[in-house]
Every structure is written in structure tokens, then in C-alpha cells.
């Protein structure tokens, strides 16, 4: 009932930059978080970035100064802006949002993932 489309990763060498970008779809009343996480081969799917609610951000440590994620809730889209990129932030970069259906319902649901490689 709500798909998330992931767009914009690729092969960047160190020091560079990407834009990921997630529109959400389907029968949306309204979206409360979004953000994205990444997933390296051999660990733990973990938190990169996440707009809860409002103008709230929270960010890995990891991150911290060099992404930058920012929401249009008009297109029901969330963008993350990765700059000084390393080798250690390759990963697949999966989108998440949260809200409530038309339906009423609740919902939480997963991006299928971009791959983001940071390499020479």
C-alpha cells in the first residue's frame, strides 16, 4: 500500500559527494519519520540519518558534519546529502518511513536499497 522508491547512489571515490533521494507512494494519510540507514557486507543494518517529526534530525556519529538529510513533505520525499565521502561509508543505503493510511491504519516500510561505493 506505500512503496518507496530509492534513487541516486553509485561509485564515488573518497572525498566525494552523492544525493540519495526516497519518494514515498500508495495511499498515504500522513508520514511521521523518515530516514535512511545502511547495511555493509557482514553488519548490522544501522542508523545513518532520520527526521522523527518537524525539523528534528538526528545522525550517526559517523556522520555527523558530512550528510545531511532534509525532507519535502510535499512530494512525500527525504533526501540525504553525503559529502567527504570514505571507504568506510560504502554500504546498500535503505530508506525508511512511518505513518498512517488513509485507512487509519499504521504503517512502516523499507525502500529496496541503493548502493553507495566509495572507492578509487
Known amino acids: 500500500q506505500v512503496q518507496l522508491v530509492e534513487s541516486g547512489g553509485g561509485l564515488v571515490q573518497p572525498g566525494g559527494s552523492l544525493r540519495l533521494s526516497c519518494a514515498a507512494s500508495?495511499?498515504?494519510?500522513?508520514?511521521?519519520?523518515m530516514g535512511w540507514y545502511r547495511q555493509a557486507p557482514g553488519k548490522q543494518r544501522e542508523l545513518v540519518a532520520r527526521i522523527p517529526s518537524g525539523d528534528n534530525t538526528n545522525y550517526a556519529d559517523s556522520v555527523k558534519g558530512r550528510f545531511t538529510i532534509s525532507r519535502d513533505n510535499a512530494k512525500n520525499t527525504v533526501y540525504l546529502q553525503m559529502t567527504s565521502l570514505k571507504p568506510e561509508d560504502t554500504a546498500v543505503y535503505y530508506c525508511n518511513a512511518n505513518g498512517v493510511l488513509r485507512t487509519t491504519h499504521n504503517f512502516e516500510v523499507w525502500g529496496q536499497g541503493t548502493l553507495v561505493t566509495v572507492s578509487s
Open positions: 500508495g495511499d498515504i494519510f500522513r508520514i511521521y519519520g
